[in-house]
């Protein structure tokens, strides 16, 4: 008995060994933080282990689990898509663009200081910076400088340098903001010729505007050629994208048998990519929120996602203290990613997608900022020529911005809660009883799903 006991100590593994391995699973699902815990299904883990205190579960026994959903994670297609896609862009544009030490694409050469000092600047230019830009986005009463470091600093060094000048200031990256979607038919869309929608004349419509800060629309695509629609950008040059013409048709998109939730309204969109190497930078999604705040466009939403950011953070803020609803997809990094913005904001409309069985996209993000549900797989939306079929909870936040748009007015504090209320009491409740991680106060606009085999009458894209 004595030597068998012996023997199974020495197959015992060594103290804190488990934990060791259970946190390195965690770094590879890129959780770092208790929640994704519960994500995965898994207790709670106490503090920092004290020596002779035995774990409360069998960390062996879950290891295997999370390794599993550590490589799913690393294995989901839309990580794997929109790592691939930030690679791609910093390779290609390197002159332009860069990936940081987190792997957040940015602009290279450029930190944004946000309503800063007249000692900051003096004390930036006396260290070598350049003052390449100053903007004013005067709906938002917020003022923006762009600074350029000295030749060879690098990027995350001239950060830290002018957080060194002054610690109270605010300062970050012009971040890169990419689309929450793929369809099959992505590639970019032919646009000098897009032409044919009922374009207005500059007044809004009598049933009201919806706002959408995304890439170019092709306004001659079928499920658009009823609507009404003013742009924003690119000088005024029409650019059209696969990603913002899809997601525009689900706002304001119109054929035999179909109408988006917000049809009839005039759209306000803003093309924030132009087809420019830096397109989707935060500073020019600035620029479009004070464009929409200055049409008085209560509802914007904002299917593209990135890194928390000090400017994107501020500007989304006074939007909604002006009562303006901003809507915004999850993204599609997986369960146990970390949150993305501006969808994780506070006070934010966060949308996660389902298909045509209710049960929630896989590649969905997950948290506390999940607020509804809507259809974002096994519909169609539009596509140069036609249709297309699209995936992501980049197609279902245009749902719930047009069911929102079509309960709102004029900006207003009230009127952006009664609207929410309203829309809150139509949910059907798919997870746990009440808002949950998973679906939020529950599924909205299900039948705003355009089922692809309701549209014989058009092309398909492949």
Not at 102 to 123: F, N, S, Y
Not at 171 to 200: E, K, M, R, W
Not at 219 to 238: E, V
Request: glycine share 10%; hydrophobic share 45%; aromatic share 4%.
């Amino acid at each position: 008995m004595h030597t068998g006991r012996r023997r199974e100590r020495a197959r015992t593994p060594p103290p804190h060994r488990g934990w060791q391995r259970l946190a390195a699973a965690l770094v590879l699902l890129g959780a770092g933080s208790m929640p994704a815990l519960a994500q995965l299904g898994l207790p709670s883990m106490p503090g920092p282990q004290l020596p002779g205190f035995e774990p409360p579960f069998g960390v062996d026994r879950q290891l295997e689990r999370v390794e599993r959903h550590a490589q799913a994670a690393r294995d989901l297609p839309s990580v794997a898509a929109r790592r691939l896609k930030m690679r791609t862009l910093a390779r290609t544009h390197r002159d332009r663009l860069e990936l940081n030490r987190a792997g957040e694409l940015m602009v290279r050469d450029e930190v944004l200081a946000i309503a800063p000092d007249a000692e900051l600047i003096a004390r930036a230019r006396q260290a070598g910076f350049v003052v390449l830009r100053e903007r004013t986005l005067p709906d938002l009463d917020i003022a923006v400088v762009v600074l350029q470091p000295p030749a060879g600093m690098r990027t995350e060094v001239a950060l830290e340098r002018l957080r060194a000048l002054d610690p109270n200031a605010r300062l970050d990256f012009n971040h890169i903001y990419l689309d929450a979607g793929a369809s099959d038919g992505a590639s970019p869309v032919d646009t000098d010729a897009a032409s044919g929608a009922a374009q207005d004349g500059g007044k809004a419509v009598a049933s009201g505007r919806v706002g959408l800060i995304d890439g170019g629309i092709d306004t001659g695509a079928s499920l658009l050629r009823q609507a009404r629609i003013r742009t924003w950008g690119c000088g005024g040059r029409p650019v059209a994208s696969a990603h913002g013409t899809a997601v525009a048709s689900l706002l304001v998109g119109q054929t035999a048998g179909f109408a988006a939730a917000a049809s009839g309204m005039t759209l306000y969109a803003a093309d924030v990519y132009c087809d420019a190497a830096t397109g989707g930078a935060v500073e020019t999604i600035a620029e479009a929120f004070a464009w929409l705040a200055s049409e008085r466009v209560a509802v914007i939403n904002v299917s593209l996602v990135g890194p928390p950011n000090r400017l994107l953070a501020q500007v989304v803020d006074r939007l909604m203290a002006r009562g303006h609803v901003v809507v915004a997809a999850v993204g599609n990094d997986g369960p146990a990613a970390p949150p993305l913005y501006p969808a994780a904001y506070p006070g934010v409309v966060g949308v996660t997608a389902v298909d045509g069985r209710r049960r929630v996209l896989p590649e969905a993000g997950r948290g506390p900022h999940v607020s509804f549900a809507a259809p974002g797989a096994d519909l169609a939306a539009a596509s140069a020529d036609g249709y297309t079929v699209v995936r992501g909870t980049s197609y279902a936040a245009p749902v719930v911005a047009g069911l929102l748009a079509a309960r709102a007015g004029e900006p207003a504090s009230d009127g952006a809660r009664q609207a929410l209320s309203a829309l809150v009491a139509t949910a059907t409740d798919l997870g746990s009883p009440g808002r949950d991680p998973i679906f939020g106060h529950g599924l909205v606009g299900e039948r705003l799903r355009l089922d692809p085999d309701r549209l014989d009458h058009l092309p398909r894209r492949q």
